[in-house]
């Protein structure tokens, strides 16, 4: 298989080090006229399926998915790998074995996307889980990267996003999240909570889209939110029909964090460069993952759903540019 996209990383530090688990989508080497791609079957091996190009029943219209006489694929399956650093700019492949891939039914097209969340000396990597069935949220935890629990299913179709606040307030975990609900509402980032941050209650909408903006047709949260004295950071996705990804933030209220204080009028990153307007999917800036460092804050993010790209930013300076964009239709 070729690697068509290494992108969206979830990041984190371990063992003085920092890592990220990279998202790495691949599928056949393709032919003139046709499309192929990969899927898991039942046990474990890798099938390919193909279409003739010039099939009435095939939509090949999103490069990111495609449509056969009503059934939706992925046109690329996606594992995770990790890669570490001294530097945060120069990766390595770590000296164990360090790839996690999809198994199982729910899994068939693929894992993706996943937000690392450090609570106590435990990590948990919720991640997207793709198949025939539907979207959802998957679960792992490990303390030490060679070994992993795996916790299932934690929040079904259609569901993917989910960040974990990396400590309980009031006693209680939380999580943000996006369910779908195409025909009526819409794509939104909601908020959950839990006891054991495997069974989820208590769902409330945080953040619609906005129309006429650049999150106008979806939103979805980022990594895990950043707590500073004036409230929650959050850095989300938003997008517009057209699926250009820009990152924007949310200011939510530290003792309750599904109400939102403040949320950005414009984009704190949009697409600019031209390793970010053109690529397998032109115009995306994508983020899953980031590292805090007092002030400083790096975002990893994916560019045209192609490369992987960081950006530093002063976590005071997103919060102020925030809060001088006021509540504006959360
Ligand atoms: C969705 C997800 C991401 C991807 C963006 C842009 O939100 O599938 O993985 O980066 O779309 O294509």
Redesign the pocket.
């Known amino acids: 298989m070729k690697i068509e996209c290494l992108?969206?990383p979830g990041v984190f530090r371990f063992e003085d080090k920092t890592w990220l688990l990279l998202?790495v989508a691949e599928r056949p080497e393709q032919t003139a006229g046709k499309t192929s791609f990969p899927v898991l079957d039942r046990r474990g091996g890798v099938k390919i399926i193909e279409f003739d190009n010039s099939d009435p029943a095939l939509d090949l219209s999103d490069p990111?998915v495609l449509s056969y006489a009503g059934k939706q694929y992925l046109t690329t399956i996606s594992h995770l790998r990790l890669v570490c650093s001294e530097d945060g700019i120069q990766f390595q492949e770590p000296y164990f074995p360090a790839i996690i891939a999809g198994h199982g039914d729910l899994e068939s097209f693929g894992i993706?996307?996943c937000r690392v969340a450090q609570i106590g000396s435990s990590y948990y990597l919720t991640f997207?889980q793709v198949s025939g069935h539907g979207v959802g949220v998957g679960l792992k935890v490990t303390r030490d990267w060679r070994s992993f629990e795996n916790r299932g299913m934690i929040l079904p179709p259609h569901n993917?996003?989910c960040a974990l606040f990396e400590e309980r307030i009031n006693g209680k975990y939380y999580a943000l999240h996006r369910p779908s609900s195409p025909e009526l509402g819409g794509n939104y980032i909601w908020i959950a909570e839990s006891e054991d941050l495997v069974h989820w209650g208590n769902h409330r909408c945080v953040a619609h889209s906005r129309d006429a903006y650049w999150d106008s047709a979806?939103v979805?949260a980022g990594a895990s939110p950043i707590r500073t004295p004036e409230g929650w950071l959050e850095i989300y996705?938003g997008?517009t029909r057209e699926?250009r990804?820009c990152l924007g933030a949310l200011l939510l209220a530290l003792d309750e964090p599904w109400r939102v204080i403040a949320r950005s009028e414009d984009p704190v990153m949009e697409p600019s460069s031209d390793y970010e307007r053109a690529g397998f999917?032109g115009s995306?800036i994508?983020t899953n993952g980031h590292l805090v460092d007092g002030d400083r804050l790096t975002i990893y993010y994916?560019a045209a759903?192609s490369v992987i790209c960081a950006a530093a930013f002063s976590v005071a300076e997103i919060v102020r540019s925030v809060l001088c964009g006021k509540v504006i239709r959360a």
């Open positions: 992108l969206n998202r990111r993706e996307d997207t993917k996003d979806r979805g996705h997008a699926n990804y999917l995306v994508f994916g759903d």
